[in-house]
T-cell receptor, first 114, second 113 residues
Framework: AQSVAQPEDQVNVAEGNPLTVKCTYS??????LFWYVQYPNRGLQFLLK??????LVKGSYGFEAEFNKSQTSFHLKKPSALVSDSALYFC????????????FGKGNQVVVIP | KAGVTQTPRYLIKTRGQQVTLSCSPI?????VSWYQQTPGQGLQFLFE???????NKGNFPGRFSGRQFSNSRSEMNVSTLELGDSALYLC????????????FGQGTRLTVV
């Protein structure tokens, strides 16, 4: 079964510093990978996805993610964090195969310190 | 284009009651999925509907059910509510192709007392 691991509960970073949120995945075949962000009492907002092609994927709000097949990782990055980036971040994986079921990691709380 | 709309936003119910939540997907999206979000269990997949048929189901008891209408709108129902059903219920809509991302509604916050 597909699964995602986000090893850290919380990531603290100073405003202006690089931000990295880690994600590793497990699927039986080639993965479709996604990052979502959630603000308090809101739904999930799509940030970016990896389907195929370039391993470096660029998304919304200056975020990017690097797909690494050998390490089964899909880490989210932002070169310079903003206080407004403070939120809950979820990594998700979907098996290729004709259904839209997503398996989510537990989420990472990102706190950007002014 | 309007986003995914979930109603109501908040609900308070008593143990033993039943509840129905509604989701209107983005226009043109025919796949609707439901997720339960709790602090302890995180985001868990409930079920997915496509063309009025349940296409996939998560590991939840039969008290949780859903349906999809011909206009792709979906409802989920929880019968005999338990305290542990208190959660944020999120609906997501997608195009048919599995390369596309899912778009989520704001969720329905269900509190069972």
């Amino acid at each position: 079964a597909q699964s995602v691991a986000q090893p850290e509960d919380q990531v603290n970073v100073a405003e202006g510093n690089p931000l990295t949120v880690k994600c590793t995945y497990s699927v039986s075949g080639n993965p479709y990978l996604f990052w979502y962000v959630q603000y308090p009492n809101r739904g999930l907002q799509f940030l970016l996805k990896y389907i195929t092609g370039d391993n470096l994927v660029k998304g919304s709000y200056g975020f990017e993610a690097e797909f690494n097949k050998s390490q089964t990782s899909f880490h989210l990055k932002k070169p310079s964090a903003l206080v407004s980036d403070s939120a809950l971040y979820f990594c998700a994986v979907r098996d290729i195969g004709g259904n839209n079921r997503l398996a989510f990691g537990k989420g990472n709380q990102v706190v950007v310190i002014p | 284009k309007a986003g995914v709309t979930q109603t109501p936003r908040y609900l308070i119910k008593t143990r033993g009651q039943q509840v129905t939540l509604s989701c209107s997907p983005i226009s043109g999206h025919r796949s609707v999925s439901w997720y339960q979000q709790t602090p302890g269990q995180g985001l868990q997949f409930l079920f997915e509907y496509f063309s009025e048929t349940q296409r996939n189901k998560g590991n939840f008891p039969g008290r949780f059910s859903g349906r999809q209408f011909s206009n792709s709108r979906s409802e989920m129902n929880v019968s005999t509510l338990e305290l542990g059903d208190s959660a944020l219920y999120l609906c997501a809509s997608s195009l048919v192709e599995d390369r596309t991302e899912a778009f989520f509604g704001q969720g329905t916050r269900l509190t069972v007392v």
